[in-house]
């Protein structure tokens, strides 16, 4: 390995709020900071995209003019050490959307797409973390080999900070209170 192949130093030193706020767009793109540390994501796949995509659509026209559904945007945990998170789907206030970081408080739900590298993560570590941070409602979207999404649904216990299972759903989406949305995911 040459000297041009070494990660930056940035990459094995704990990062604070303040170092990553002030990094470009750019530089944040594609990164998770957990604990602090710096975990680079692979690009994701078409499908996974699309399928983000076409979820965000569904849940903003079903959520109503309060709130906002969008892809691709750090969700701030915790500060110290600092946590962010970038959800695949993220539906939050729509009178937040010039405040930033984006915190848990701001956020309704969030959506991960599991994608082959990311099942652990997306099953256990980030549904523990949006728990206790707080997320009313944790989606984790598994893409199947028949082609058709398994969604699966949690609602957060409050007191205790842990999510209880709620439904699972193939194929067609139909979700009840805070949302009423139909979307046939059939033919991602």
Not at 122 to 135: E, H, M, N, P
Not at 158 to 187: C, H, I, M, N, Q
Request: glycine letters at 6%.
């Amino acid at each position: 390995m040459t000297a041009d192949m070494a990660a930056p130093a940035w990459m094995h030193e704990q990062i604070t709020a303040e170092q990553y706020d002030s990094w470009s767009e750019e530089q944040c793109a594609g990164i998770e900071i957990v604990d602090g540390m710096v975990v680079v994501s692979p690009s994701a796949s078409k499908r996974r995209n699309r399928l983000a995509r076409i979820l965000a659509n569904a849940l903003e026209a079903a959520a109503g003019p309060g709130w906002n559904a969008d892809t691709d945007f750090d969700v701030r945990l915790q500060d110290v050490p600092l946590t962010n998170r970038r959800p695949d789907v993220v539906v939050y206030r729509a009178d937040t959307i010039d405040i930033t970081p984006t915190r848990p408080e701001h956020v309704l739900l969030v959506v991960e797409v599991v994608s082959p590298g990311s099942e652990t993560t997306d099953r256990i570590v980030k549904t523990d973390q949006y728990a206790k941070s707080g997320i009313a409602f944790y989606w984790r979207v598994e893409q199947a080999a028949t082609g058709v999404p398994l969604v699966y649904t949690y609602v957060l216990d409050p007191a205790a900070r842990v999510y209880r299972d709620g439904e699972a759903f193939t194929g067609v989406v139909k979700v009840s209170a805070p949302f009423a949305v139909e979307v046939d995911l059939g033919g991602v």
